[in-house]
């Protein structure tokens, strides 16, 4: 099932009755009301909305992911619910006594999936790809030799091409795009990784103790060219992206409801998202020894 995505702009009180979500203008006082259950994504953006404790038991009780905005209106934080799955514990075992070879080979299929899709990305612009492809195919267990690098200097280099582009979180746009469809898309896998039981934080690679979101930042990455491809078409159908307007906001969200492809099944991202932390957890638990991880569908480019 789909779930919904809600942009809150305005200052706004959040509270729950019969098990829907009140959303309740403080200038116009207007209510609306949305069944909690239907909601995937709440994004609070305006720094005056309040909330009752009820709506946020409810909204982590429904797995939904909570994302707050700083005064720049960008993503910095979000609810992360630790109770969303029956067997919690054993799960949280699981991951926990991950071997290194097992996260070393993890990681290698991570990364030629996110090479292989900047590839497909770059094919569909018409542009070079064969570098990248070689990139892919020489990934070794834990990436030792570095080909994601490699592949990341040539990739940001001809992506938005004629325009000059250095990929940098604190840099000139469009790299503020980039910002927030990743920080979107970081929030939706740490939402399906907590539904399937496993703890964003223990990562397979990505390892800081100041991160709460390791394991989310490593299992985004095969996900990252559906956001380049969006912010790709913006830039070359939209003369001034330097502001992040809301309009731009909202078309970055459809990341979320793209269609992708995985083992040969179509579905809506934030429902691959979930397909790929279930095999993720089982991967952990030794049923199964490949992630599912999506690439690109030609048709939808």
């Known amino acids: 099932m789909i779930k919904r995505t809600l942009f809150i702009s305005n200052p706004c009180h959040v509270s729950t009755k019969f098990n829907q979500l009140v959303l309740k203008n403080k200038k116009t006082g207007e209510e609306k009301q949305t069944p909690i ?12 909305c309040t909330f009752s404790l009820q709506a946020i038991h409810h909204l982590n009780l429904n797995n939904v992911a909570a994302i707050f905005c700083n005064e720049k209106h960008l993503p910095t934080s979000m609810l992360l619910n630790l109770e969303s799955n029956d067997i919690q514990s054993q799960l949280f075992a699981h991951q926990i006594n991950a071997t290194e070879p097992t996260k070393k ?19 569909h612009l018409r542009k070079p790809n064969e570098f990248l492809k070689r990139c892919a195919e020489n990934v070794k267990s834990g990436d030792t030799t570095n080909e994601e690098a490699k592949a990341s200097r040539f990739y940001w280099a001809s992506l938005f091409e004629p325009l000059e582009f250095s990929r940098d979180r ?33 990562g397979i690679h990505h390892h800081n103790k100041y991160n709460a979101y390791c394991l989310a930042d490593d299992i ?38 793209i269609d992708i492809c995985i083992n040969d099944s179509t579905s809506p991202l934030m429902v691959g998202l979930s397909q790929t932390t279930a095999s993720l957890a089982e991967c952990f638990a030794g049923e199964r020894k490949t992630i599912k991880y999506p690439e690109f569908l030609q048709s939808n480019l």
């Open 170 to 202: 604190f840099g000139l746009p469009p790299n503020n795009l980039l910002n927030y469809g990743y920080a979107i898309l970081r929030a939706g896998v740490a939402r399906a990784l907590a539904g399937s039981g496993l703890l964003p934080t223990l």
């Open 105 to 123: 080979k993890l990681w290698q299929q991570t990364i030629k999936y996110k090479i292989r899709n900047q590839s497909l990305l770059f094919e």
């Open 37 to 48: 259950e239907d909601v995937g994504f709440v994004i609070f953006e305006h720094e005056e």
């Open 220 to 257: 985004m990455e095969p996900y990252r060219p559906f956001v380049d491809r969006l912010v790709h078409d913006i830039i070359h159908d939209t003369q001034d992206y330097a502001e992040l307007t809301t309009d731009l906001k909202a078309r970055i969200l459809s990341v979320l409801t």
